[in-house]
């Protein structure tokens, strides 16, 4: 990576790790050599690669992890990506905001679920030993990767009104409404 003094510009090719709103001014001062990482962002012109997973500045296993392509993105790029494990596919602009939306749902929103629903076993005294519940959240994602819908489980699944009644009755207001408006979704 070449670190450049502020007010210079980088020579050769570049990939813009931008806000999407940054997308345009950025692109446009590196016209036909430049492709962006926004998952749901389009501009006409310059190609996209989005790598589907959240990156914490630490090397991964990404064997398997999707790797969106909008647009003419040079090869030499996708080949470092696949280098890397991703497994790239054409994504076409009209469907990137739904893949972005489907992207944040998996996880951005699962994690608010996890760290909210921890934070609410917190509020009210109750300290998981141990790891908490990840296991639990790890359980489900690999029962979900094994069987599909079939890995869902719970009292929606096994339509326990009686216990969805209680279960939401214990929780907050704002809670109580994302529970049943999730949970009846599936």
Same mark, same amino acid.
């Given at each position: 990576?070449?670190?450049?003094? /502020?007010?210079? /510009?980088?020579?050769?090719?570049?990939?813009?790790? %931008?806000?999407?709103?940054?997308?345009?001014?950025?692109?446009?001062?590196? !016209?036909?050599?430049? #492709?962006?990482?926004?998952?749901?962002?389009?501009?006409?012109?310059?190609?996209?690669?989005?790598?589907?997973?959240?990156?914490?500045?630490?090397?991964?296993?990404?064997?398997?992890?999707?790797?969106?392509? #909008?647009? =003419?993105? !040079?090869?030499?790029?996708?080949?470092?990506?696949?280098?890397?494990?991703?497994?790239?596919?054409?994504?076409?602009?009209?469907?990137?905001?739904?893949?972005?939306?489907?992207?944040?749902? #998996?996880?951005a929103h699962s994690?608010?679920?996890?760290?909210?629903?921890?934070?609410?076993?917190?509020? /009210?005294?109750?300290?998981?030993?141990?790891?908490?519940?990840?296991?639990? %959240?790890? =359980?489900?994602?690999?029962?979900?990767?094994?069987?599909?819908?079939?890995?869902?489980?719970?009292?929606?699944?096994?339509?326990?009104?009686? #216990?969805?009644?209680?279960?939401?009755?214990?929780? !907050?207001?704002?809670?109580?409404?994302?529970?049943?408006?999730?949970?009846?979704?599936?």
């Open positions: 990576m070449e670190l450049l003094p /502020s007010g210079t /510009s980088p020579t050769g090719f570049v990939l813009l790790a %931008v806000s999407d709103s940054a997308i345009p001014d950025q692109a446009a001062r590196f !016209p036909g050599r430049c #492709t962006h990482l926004s998952g749901s962002f389009h501009i006409e012109g310059v190609p996209c690669a989005h790598p589907l997973t959240s990156f914490d500045g630490e090397p991964a296993d990404w064997r398997g992890t999707p790797l969106a392509l #909008t647009g =003419a993105v !040079p090869e030499f790029l996708v080949s470092a990506f696949q280098d890397l494990g991703f497994e790239p596919f054409q994504l076409e602009p009209r469907h990137k905001a739904l893949y972005h939306a489907a992207a944040v749902l #998996t996880s994690a608010s679920l996890w760290l909210g629903a921890a934070g609410l076993l917190r509020a /009210s005294g109750v300290e998981l030993p141990g790891r908490g519940l990840m296991p639990l %959240v790890e =359980a489900t994602r690999r029962n979900i990767e094994r069987l599909g819908d079939a890995g869902r489980t719970g009292p929606f699944v096994r339509g326990d009104e009686a #216990t969805i009644a209680r279960d939401a009755e214990a929780l !907050p207001e704002g809670w109580r409404e994302i529970f049943l408006k999730l949970g009846h979704l599936g």
